[in-house]
T-cell receptor
Framework: GQQVMQIPQYQHVQEGEDFTTYCNSS?????IQWYKQRPGGHPVFLIQ?????EVKKQKRLTFQFGEAKKNSSLHITATQTTDVGTYFC????????????FGSGTRLLVRP | KAGVTQTPRYLIKTRGQQVTLSCSPI?????VSWYQQTPGQGLQFLFE???????NKGNFPGRFSGRQFSNSRSEMNVSTLELGDSALYLC????????????FGPGTRLTVL
């Protein structure tokens, strides 16, 4: 079945450093979504990417969707303590099941 | 608009019991999905309902079931609870169509003793 792998599992950075998390699907995706979950909270939608090679920016966050629509990345420039949380990618399959499968998440810790 | 609501927020049960969790989606959202979140397994997809029909099902045993009502509210039921069912159960609703954004509720924290 469809699998979505996400690395790294954890990342501990100094405030001001950059951070990147990578997402890889075993199958081609219809779209990929990114969510952020703060400690004790629930996942909150960040963005959706649909087109092959698409790049979107939200302030210090840059999201990319691979050319083959099987991989994606989230890059945060100059992290801040408010960036702390777990970042999940979620891939929507292209087959008839149209399932949304979440990656295992990358937990970001930021040292002030 | 009010967000997704889930009740109860916390629940403690013992092994062998059954439990029913409730989810009210955002007004106008007809799709409701359920996820199980545990520290070691991340977010695992349980099922998705749309217009009272189950559209998709994850890889969970038959003890996990759900349903959706005509007002889009959804319930999930877990029978014969096991210790491993302890988790945060999240419900998410979405508009169908091009915008695939999932709106999550606060979750129900289930503890099985």
């Amino acid at each position: 079945g469809q699998q979505v792998m996400q690395i790294p599992q954890y990342q501990h950075v100094q405030e001001g450093e950059d951070f990147t998390t990578y997402c890889n699907s075993s199958t081609t995706l219809s779209n990929i979504q990114w969510y952020k979950q703060r400690p004790g909270g629930h996942p909150v939608f960040l963005i959706q990417l649909v087109k092959s090679g698409e790049v979107k920016k939200q302030k210090r966050l840059t999201f990319q969707f691979g050319e083959a629509k099987k991989n994606s990345s989230l890059h945060i420039t100059a992290t801040q303590t408010t960036d702390v949380g777990t970042y999940f990618c979620a891939g929507r399959s292209m087959d008839s099941s149209y399932k949304l499968i979440f990656g295992s998440g990358t937990r970001l810790l930021v040292r002030p | 608009k009010a967000g997704v609501t889930q009740t109860p927020r916390y629940l403690i049960k013992t092994r062998g019991q059954q439990v029913t969790l409730s989810c009210s989606p955002i007004s106008g959202h007809r799709s409701v999905s359920w996820y199980q979140q545990t520290p070691g397994q991340g977010l695992q997809f349980l099922f998705e309902y749309f217009s009272e029909t189950q559209r998709n099902k994850g890889n969970f045993p038959g003890r996990f079931s759900g349903r959706q009502f005509s007002n889009s509210r959804s319930e999930m039921n877990v029978s014969t609870l096991e210790l491993g069912d302890s988790a945060l159960y999240l419900c998410a609703s979405r508009l169908t169509g091009d915008r695939d954004e999932q709106f999550f509720g606060p979750g129900t924290r289930l503890t099985v003793l």
